[in-house]
């Protein structure tokens, strides 16, 4: 990315997290899935690795993309999709497998954080 697009992330970023900075790794994570490039972000609790996960869709080029998010705990499904249905100006969907019996699904539909 040029210096002027990322300028123009960093802003889009801004607005994706209701005026607030968003941190310089979370730049940079975008930047690389931008550039489908492989990357690795470890951050503690609460840093911010969901915007990173939800930054790209804060270009215009990325509307109607689809991220995948896996995780072994259903709590910490249930808070992404809380955090997410709050936070991020588009729709998220959920799938859960329980034991391995059958898989549930439930749509959330996009809503805004600065409204």
Same mark, same amino acid.
């Given at each position: 990315m040029?210096?002027? $697009?990322?300028?123009?992330?960093? =802003?889009?970023? /801004? %607005?994706? @997290? +209701?005026?607030?900075?968003?941190?310089?790794?979370?730049? $940079?994570?975008?930047r690389?899935? =931008?550039?489908? /490039? %492989?990357a @690795? +972000?470890?951050?503690?609790?609460g840093?911010?690795?969901?915007?990173?996960?939800?930054g790209?869709y804060?270009?215009?080029e990325?509307?109607?993309?689809?991220?995948l998010?896996?995780?072994?705990l259903?709590?910490?499904?249930?808070?992404m999709?809380r955090?997410?249905?709050?936070?991020?100006?588009?729709g998220?969907?959920r799938?859960?497998?329980?034991?391995?019996?059958?898989?549930?699904?439930r749509?959330w539909?996009?809503?805004?954080?600065?409204?």
């Amino acid at each position: 990315m040029t210096e002027e $697009e990322l300028t123009e992330l960093r =802003q889009l970023l /801004r %607005d994706q @997290l +209701c005026g607030r900075e968003p941190r310089h790794f979370q730049v $940079e994570m975008v930047r690389c899935q =931008q550039e489908r /490039r %492989d990357a @690795l +972000c470890q951050a503690a609790t609460g840093m911010g690795k969901t915007a990173v996960a939800a930054g790209p869709y804060a270009l215009p080029e990325n509307k109607g993309r689809v991220t995948l998010m896996i995780s072994p705990l259903i709590g910490l499904q249930n808070e992404m999709v809380r955090i997410c249905s709050v936070s991020y100006p588009y729709g998220l969907a959920r799938i859960t497998q329980k034991l391995g019996r059958h898989i549930q699904g439930r749509i959330w539909h996009p809503c805004r954080c600065c409204q």
